[in-house]
Antibody, heavy 123, light 110 residues
Framework: QVQLVESGGGVVQPGKSLRLSCEAS????????MHWVRQAPGKGPEWVADIWYDGSHKDYADSVKGRFTISRDNSKNTLSLQMNNLRVEDTAVYYC????????????????WGQGTLVTVSS | QSALTQPPSASGSPGQSVTISCTGTSSDVGAYNYVSWYQQHPGKAPKRMIYEVSKRPSGVPDRFSGSKSGNTASLTVSGLQAEDEADYYCSSYAGNNNYVFGTGTKVTVL
């Protein structure tokens, strides 16, 4: 079965950096695009970034553009999110989610999501 | 990109139906048939219940249905059951490789 396990969250001061990881299993990781989606406490989800199945194309929400970098290692079935210059408003649970397969015309915010990892930005 | 607007709460008795709206604009919900609905229980990850406006993933009960008219999408849960009590979020493709989520609706089974 599809499994997505995030890690790397924690408490960090404003202006610092953090790197999140998402380990995928149960499907052919290299055939699927992937999303990062975050959810601030008591709020709805917010799309953060996505990456094509082969890593050749990446997109970002305006709120994180220039500060966050999404990447993937298909040899290790791992998705990453490098977060620099963190702000208090970046505090949220960060989820990785599986996007559409490379040969699909489906457009989705994710059919499977991990359990999330909490990032708290506070001085 | 502004969040899609959902009512904060909805409720119904067991066996009844409840419909949740999701209002966007002509740039997101109204422009694309890429609306999804997610169910989220407290402390859990969202689970996709509907995609592409009205398609139901395998394993999702047919009590869940989706539709769209203009800039507003809707999720209907028929034959409410206790386990349907959860938060529900809509999402839509918003063009230019962007996505937007809804503000969320808490469904209570009375």
């Amino acid at each position: 079965q599809v499994q997505l396990v995030e890690s790397g969250g924690g408490v960090v001061q404003p202006g610092k950096s953090l790197r999140l990881s998402c380990e995928a299993s149960g499907f052919t990781f290299s055939s699927y695009g992937m999303h990062w989606v975050r959810q601030a406490p008591g709020k709805g989800p917010e799309w953060v970034a996505d990456i094509w199945y082969d890593g050749s194309h990446k997109d970002y929400a305006d709120s994180v553009k220039g500060r966050f970098t999404i990447s993937r290692d298909n040899s290790k079935n791992t998705l990453s999110l490098q977060m620099n210059n963190l702000r208090v408003e970046d505090t949220a649970v960060y989820y990785c989610a599986r996007a559409a397969a490379f040969d699909s015309d489906e457009v989705t915010t994710g059919d499977y999501w991990g359990q999330g990892t909490l990032v708290t930005v506070s001085s | 990109q502004s969040a899609l607007t959902q009512p904060p709460s909805a409720s119904g008795s067991p066996g009844q139906s409840v419909t949740i709206s999701c209002t966007g604009t002509s740039s997101d919900v109204g422009a694309y048939n890429y609306v999804s609905w997610y169910q989220q229980h407290p402390g859990k990850a969202p689970k996709r219940m509907i995609y592409e406006v009205s398609k139901r993933p395998s394993g999702v009960p047919d009590r869940f249905s989706g539709s769209k008219s203009g800039n507003t999408a809707s999720l209907t849960v028929s034959g409410l059951q206790a386990e349907d009590e959860a938060d529900y979020y809509c999402s839509s493709y918003a063009g230019n490789n962007n996505y937007v989520f809804g503000t969320g609706t808490k469904v209570t089974v009375l």
